[in-house]
C-alpha cells in the first residue's frame, strides 16, 4: 500500500509558478513510476507529467511541455511538479499517481494503482 498526499497548489497569475510536491509513504517508492495528472471542471482526468522509477525517462503532454518540470527524490520519498508560467488554462485539481508495474514513465491515466487526494491550482489571468 501506497499512500500519496499532495501539495504546493494554490492561487497564482497568469506568468506565475507554483511547485507541487507529493509525498508518497512506505518503503517501496523508489520501485514505481510516478505521474502528475489534472482534472478541470468539466473535463476528463488527463496526464500532465510521468517520470519512471529511476527519473531518466519523463514524458510530458503537448499542453506543458517547455513550461513544467518532473522531478522525483527517492530519499525523500518525494516527487515534484515545477509549473512556470502558467496559463489560466492550467486551473485544474492536480494528482499524483504510482505505478507499481510500469518500468517506464506513465502517458496516461490507464495502470495507476494509487492516487492523492489532489490539491487546487488556480491560475487568474
Known amino acids: 500500500q501506497v499512500q500519496l498526499a499532495e501539495s504546493g497548489g494554490g492561487l497564482v497569475q497568469a506568468g506565475g509558478s507554483l511547485r507541487l510536491s507529493c509525498a508518497a509513504s512506505?518503503?517501496?517508492?523508489?520501485?514505481?513510476?510516478m505521474g502528475w495528472f489534472r482534472q478541470a471542471p468539466g473535463k476528463e482526468r488527463e496526464i500532465v507529467a510521468g517520470?519512471?522509477?529511476?527519473?531518466?525517462?519523463?514524458y510530458y503532454a503537448d499542453s506543458v511541455k517547455g513550461r513544467f518540470t518532473i522531478s522525483r527524490d527517492n530519499a525523500k520519498n518525494t516527487v515534484y511538479l515545477q509549473m512556470n508560467s502558467l496559463k489560466p488554462e492550467d486551473t485544474a485539481v492536480y494528482y499524483c499517481?504510482?505505478?507499481?508495474?510500469?518500468?517506464?514513465?506513465?502517458?496516461?491515466?490507464?495502470?495507476?494503482?494509487?492516487w492523492g487526494k489532489g490539491t487546487l491550482v488556480t491560475v487568474s489571468s
Open positions: 499517481a504510482a505505478d507499481s508495474l510500469n518500468a517506464v514513465a506513465p502517458r496516461n491515466t490507464y495502470g495507476m494503482d494509487y
Open positions: 512506505g518503503r517501496t517508492f523508489s520501485r514505481y513510476a
Open positions: 517520470i519512471n522509477w529511476s527519473g531518466l525517462n519523463i
